[in-house]
């Protein structure tokens, strides 16, 4: 086997998965590993870790179409467009679903997107997550990308309680080891808003590979006049890979 589907849970770097498996399956213990395709330590699903003669072809499992189920959060602003950040009311906008449909519609096909601060991308030999840290983000041009949305098609539509959505948010976020900048935000998330009403749209994306769904929320809630981050995603396919081909 040279590829192997395993499923990353939240909270956990894709490293910790590895680490996780091979301490359950002690035959791969000294074998070279790598995955395909980066998952944030927030989100969950289909990770593609590679092998033997497959370490070779990395740049060809990257390359692979995605799949997500993601629930986006609305009237709220992070400093990484996820639930991982340091976040902030801001408007408080009426959605209905129609207007959502309709938004989405305009965001398939070529889209140009902007990348998180918080990224992994290099500039400078430095990661886009180490400029934001430092507080030098300012002092670079952060890259846009142009991707294909091939399908985006809502299948939910719900109103929460903020004190339900802070409660889950500290819950994930308490999931996450190393530095991530825990306790600020964490105090952040401890100044939201528990007593309004938010409104949260569960989304499926197929896509290209290089797609921020993060950035895929941002420019969701600038379409409707508000602001929305990243509140949950699950991969569920990268390529003819599928939930049912991951091993736990």
């Known amino acids: 086997m040279s590829v192997i589907p395993l499923y990353k849970n939240p ?15 002690q035959k791969y213990k000294d074998e070279p590993m790598s995955y395909a395709g ?14 033997g003669d497959e370490l070779t072809r990395k740049d060809a499992y990257q390359k692979l179409n995605k799949t997500y189920v993601a629930e986006i959060l609305f009237d709220v602003e992070s400093d990484t467009y996820d639930v991982l950040g340091v976040i902030h009311n801001t408007k408080n906008v009426t ?14 096909g070529a889209l140009c997107i902007t990348l998180p601060p918080f990224s992994s991308y290099r500039i400078g030999g430095k990661p ?4 934001a840290k430092e507080k030098r983000i300012h002092e670079i041009e952060i890259p846009k990308r142009t991707v294909t949305i091939f399908s985006a098609s809502l ?17 994930k976020i308490n999931l996450v080891s190393g530095d991530f900048r825990q306790k600020e935000i964490i105090d952040s998330w401890n100044t939201f808003d528990i007593h309004k009403t938010y409104t949260v749209a569960r989304i499926s ?5 290089g797609t921020y769904i993060r950035s ?33």
Not at 156 to 170: H, N, Y
Not at 234 to 241: D, E, L, P, S
Request: proline share 3%; aromatic share 8%.
């Open 216 to 248: 895929l929320a941002t420019i969701l809630g600038e379409k409707l006049n508000t602001t929305a981050i990243l509140f949950n995603l699950k991969r569920t396919a990268v390529g003819n890979y599928s939930l049912s081909d991951c091993l736990p």
């Open 128 to 131: 886009l997550f180490w400029w």
């Open 38 to 51: 980066r998952l944030d330590p927030m989100a969950e699903g289909v990770l593609l870790v590679l092998l």
């Open 205 to 209: 994306y197929t896509c290209s590979s």
């Open 95 to 108: 959605i209905s679903d129609s207007d959502l449909n309709t938004k989405l519609t305009e965001m398939t």
């Open 155 to 171: 299948e939910s539509f719900q109103k929460k309680c903020g004190r339900e959505i802070r409660d889950e948010a500290v819950k």
């Open 11 to 25: 909270g956990e770097t894709p490293l910790e998965t590895i680490k996780r498996f091979k301490s359950k399956n």
